[in-house]
């Protein structure tokens, strides 16, 4: 199958963005909360790391099974 599949990683990442997103909007209401973005900016450029690494590796594992299933060298 040549689509790429939701990986865990990625589900992970949309709800680290979910929270942040609102986190971010809430602070603007709630200043106490604001301290808190910092942590959650480095969270989420970690989750984003993670999640574009796993599905690199998806994405290479995609050409390798192709190569072989075409007889190419790898």
């Known amino acids: ?3 790429f599949r939701p990986t865990s990683f990625g589900k992970v990442n ?3 963005e979910i ?3 609102g ?3 809430s602070s603007t209401s709630l200043p106490s909360v604001a301290p808190a973005l910092p942590l959650l ?3 989420l450029v970690l989750s984003v790391l993670a999640s574009s690494a796993s599905y ?3 994405g290479l594992n995609m050409l390798l099974a192709a190569r072989r299933r075409d007889g190419e060298p790898l």
């Open 41 to 43: 900016y480095v969270l």
């Open 56 to 58: 690199v590796v998806q």
């Open 1 to 3: 199958n040549a689509a």
């Open 14 to 16: 949309t709800l680290i």
């Open 19 to 21: 929270v942040v997103v």
């Open 23 to 25: 986190w971010f909007l």
